[in-house]
């Protein structure tokens, strides 16, 4: 450092004889002392950890240079390592509600819940129409010996014709309600053989027969389930020869011979 001070002052001396000389040496100066000062600091720099230095005064002959630029950033560290994991906070308050989901399958029926308590008896209804009830029936009694065979007997005892579906001038049944019917009669038979017949439509359905006994009182009975139409027309007759006065039919106070008929069901097309 000393021989580059010595040969500095020299060249100082040597340019101060020329004033142009001494002009640029004037502007040289203060980059030459910049530079000069660098070159001391790094000096001092790598001699510093070699040997210990004793403490240097500050040169009082030397002018501090200007401040230098700021360095560059430097290149970022690499990410340090991840922290404990910190205290479980508060629960947070709800949110608000999401939007209606899709509806589910149909689930598995349950188990029959216990049965439950009787509920509450409804308002009474309004009445109803009646169903209209189809009648149609008679009854009736011999009062004298029957006519002559093979012509309707005439029962003239009514015991039941409320309809008057029965005719005891003519002694048939005319039919008024279509449909099922039941037919009976008992017939007191009294000194000789009977044949009876019940006849439906001017023909023979029914025929019954029976045998007198000496000295006894009989009956001739049958029944029978007939279909009618309307205007069809049901009788009892005696048949047998015509000249004969007696046919065997009777019936006084003590034993009566009867005629009976009644609707069972009336057809569906009435209702």
Same mark, same amino acid.
């Given at each position: 450092?000393?021989?580059?001070?010595?040969?500095?002052?020299?060249?100082?001396?040597?340019?101060?004889?020329?004033?142009?000389?001494?002009?640029?040496?004037?502007?040289?100066?203060?980059?030459?002392?910049?530079?000069?000062?660098?070159?001391?600091?790094?000096?001092?720099?790598?001699?510093?950890?070699?040997?210990?230095?004793?403490?240097?005064?500050?040169?009082?002959?030397?002018?501090? !240079?200007? /401040? $230098?630029? #700021? +360095?560059?950033? *430097?290149?970022? %560290?690499?990410? @340090?390592?991840? &922290?404990?994991? =910190?205290?479980?906070?508060?629960? !947070?308050? /709800? $949110?608000? #509600? +999401?939007?209606? *989901?899709?509806? %589910?399958?149909? @689930?598995?029926? &349950?188990?029959? =819940?216990?049965?439950?308590?009787? !509920?509450? /008896? $409804?308002?009474? +209804?309004?009445? *109803?129409?009646?169903?209209?009830?189809?009648?149609?029936?008679?009854?009736?009694?011999?009062?004298?010996?029957?006519?002559?065979?093979?012509?309707?007997?005439?029962?003239?005892?009514?015991?039941?014709?409320?309809?008057?579906?029965?005719?005891?001038?003519?002694?048939?049944?005319?039919?008024?309600?279509?449909?099922?019917?039941?037919?009976?009669?008992?017939?007191?038979?009294?000194?000789?053989?009977?044949?009876?017949?019940?006849?439906?439509?001017?023909?023979?359905?029914?025929?019954?027969?029976?045998?007198?006994?000496?000295?006894?009182?009989?009956?001739?009975?049958?029944?029978?389930?007939?279909?009618?139409?309307?205007?069809?027309?049901?009788?009892?007759?005696?048949?047998?020869?015509?000249?004969?006065?007696?046919?065997?039919?009777?019936?006084?106070?003590?034993?009566?011979?009867?005629?009976?008929?009644?609707?069972?069901?009336?057809?569906?097309?009435?209702?």
């Amino acid at each position: 450092m000393t021989i580059l001070s010595t040969a500095f002052l020299k060249g100082l001396q040597r340019t101060s004889q020329d004033s142009k000389a001494a002009e640029f040496t004037m502007k040289l100066v203060p980059n030459l002392l910049l530079c000069l000062l660098l070159l001391v600091k790094l000096y001092h720099t790598e001699t510093a950890d070699e040997e210990p230095q004793p403490p240097k005064e500050p040169c009082a002959n030397w002018m501090g !240079g200007a /401040p $230098g630029y #700021p +360095g560059h950033n *430097g290149v970022p %560290g690499r990410d @340090g390592k991840d &922290g404990k994991d =910190g205290q479980k906070g508060e629960n !947070g308050e /709800p $949110g608000e #509600p +999401g939007p209606k *989901g899709d509806t %589910g399958e149909v @689930g598995a029926p &349950g188990t029959e =819940g216990p049965r439950g308590f009787p !509920g509450i /008896p $409804g308002m009474k +209804g309004e009445k *109803g129409e009646g169903a209209y009830v189809y009648r149609s029936a008679f009854s009736v009694g011999l009062t004298s010996r029957a006519p002559v065979p093979n012509i309707p007997i005439r029962f003239t005892k009514i015991f039941y014709n409320e309809q008057n579906h029965y005719d005891e001038t003519t002694g048939k049944f005319r039919c008024s309600i279509p449909g099922l019917y039941y037919f009976t009669y008992h017939l007191t038979v009294y000194l000789t053989d009977v044949k009876v017949s019940l006849y439906k439509k001017d023909k023979a359905v029914l025929f019954t027969y029976d045998q007198f006994q000496k000295n006894n009182v009989d009956q001739a009975s049958g029944s029978v389930l007939l279909h009618l139409s309307a205007g069809e027309e049901v009788w009892l007759q005696v048949y047998g020869e015509e000249e004969k006065e007696n046919n065997g039919v009777y019936a006084d106070n003590i034993n009566d011979s009867t005629f009976t008929g009644f609707l069972l069901y009336p057809d569906l097309d009435l209702h």
